[in-house]
């Protein structure tokens, strides 16, 4: 399976600013994804970060809000614009790679504090 | 639209007590089934998956689950659990109808465990 860092690992961040996530994998990969973990709930699908075009966004997030970077098969970045406390959450990198597209693993979160 | 359930929220037992963890999903064609478990403080990592063949599936840790399409379930088990075993465990489940290179995991609330030694 593929090696997932994140950087920040946390962080706490002031109303009205914005943040970069900044995900790398230790090889190549078709696949990758960002999520968002908000207290006692699941995961949610933000987007799939499509290397050299624009992110597929799920339905409730937008490119204004969340955009997207993946200049290359190994790098993907997640900006969270504009935060509010609504958005203090854990945001979580996956991929998927090899033989298998289907089986994702992720990355430690980045765990977001908006005050 | 695809949905994945897992009824107990939250589950503690007893060391040596055996589990059994509940997934249902709603999909009537062909699925990739997965479990995932996220330890205290590290991040999610996958317990086992099923794509196809035998049912019965076997994982690290000494966790298993069996795929029962009659009722589409995918429920995870474990003989006899032990206090590190304390973790969330989440189900998903992977069915777009589009299929192609850009199938999405569903996601269940996952399910709290908490193991006393």
């Known amino acids: 399976s593929a090696v997932i860092s994140q950087k920040p690992s946390r962080d706490i961040c002031q109303r009205g600013t914005s943040l970069t996530i900044q995900c790398q994998v230790d090889s190549q990969v078709t696949m990758m994804f960002w999520y968002r973990q908000q207290p006692g709930q699941s995961l949610t699908l933000i987007a799939t970060a499509n290397q050299g075009s624009e992110a597929t966004y799920e339905s409730g997030f937008v490119i204004d809000k969340f955009p997207i970077s993946r200049p290359n098969l190994t790098f993907s970045t997640l900006t969270v614009s504009n935060m509010s406390p609504e958005d203090s959450s854990i945001y979580l990198c996956s991929v998927a790679a090899g033989t298998s597209t289907d089986t994702q693993y992720f990355g430690p979160g980045t765990r977001l504090t908006v005050l | 639209a695809q949905s994945v359930s897992q009824h107990n929220h939250h589950v503690i037992l007893s060391e040596a007590a055996s589990l059994e963890l509940g997934c249902n999903y709603s999909y009537g064609g062909t699925v990739n089934l997965f479990w995932y478990v996220q330890y205290p403080g590290q991040h999610l990592q996958l317990l086992l998956k099923y794509f196809s063949g035998d049912p019965l599936v076997k994982g690290i840790k000494g966790f298993e689950a069996e795929f029962i399409k009659s009722k589409f379930s995918f429920n995870l088990r474990k003989p006899s659990v032990q206090w590190s075993d304390t973790a969330e465990y989440f189900c998903?489940?992977?069915?777009?109808?589009?299929?192609?290179?850009?199938?999405?995991?569903?996601w269940g609330l996952g399910t709290s465990l908490a193991v006393n030694p």
């Open positions: 998903a489940v992977n069915a777009d109808e589009s299929a192609g290179n850009n199938r999405k995991l569903i």
